[in-house]
């Protein structure tokens, strides 16, 4: 049985359920990654869409991303917490942000992105596999 994990926004306006393991989990160290989160990299995980259940009123903002897809971040009107991303090149998965789960420390990041925008400071685990940008599928 997949484990059943929960997450909010930092205020508790949008709260939301995940229902099965993710499918992939990792840090990125885009530029966009560090505006959203204002630190050094997002910590983010791969779900299948028809798995997660959002209650609550979340605003969207798009954007086009270095491979031409159209990008859309979710993130609570109020307190502002990302609470997760999606991209028209893979519409069948949502990108839940992983640091807005009520235990992050139930899932295990397996890889590092965009090393090559990361900052010098922001150190991995160097025993995750590193991409110096996307992953290429
Ligand atoms: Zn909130
Ligand atoms: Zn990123």
Not at 1 to 16: I, N
Not at 60 to 66: K, L, V
Request: aromatic share 8%.
């Amino acid at each position: 049985m997949p484990e059943q994990r929960k997450g909010s926004c930092q205020c508790g306006a949008v709260t939301y359920s995940v229902a099965v393991d993710p499918l992939w989990v990792g840090h990125c160290q885009c530029t966009n990654c560090q505006k959203f989160t204002g630190a050094g990299h997002a910590t983010n995980m791969v779900v299948p869409r028809e798995a997660v259940a959002v209650q609550g009123e979340l605003k969207t903002y798009s954007y086009e991303a270095d491979s031409g897809n159209h990008m859309k971040r979710h993130f609570c009107p109020t307190c502002g917490s990302p609470v997760y991303g999606e991209s028209s090149g893979n519409e069948s998965v949502v990108v839940i942000r992983v640091g807005t789960l009520d235990d992050p420390a139930s899932v295990t990041p397996q890889a590092v992105i965009y090393t090559e925008r990361g900052c010098s400071w922001d150190t991995m685990d160097p025993a995750l596999q590193s991409f110096p940008g996307m992953i290429k599928r």
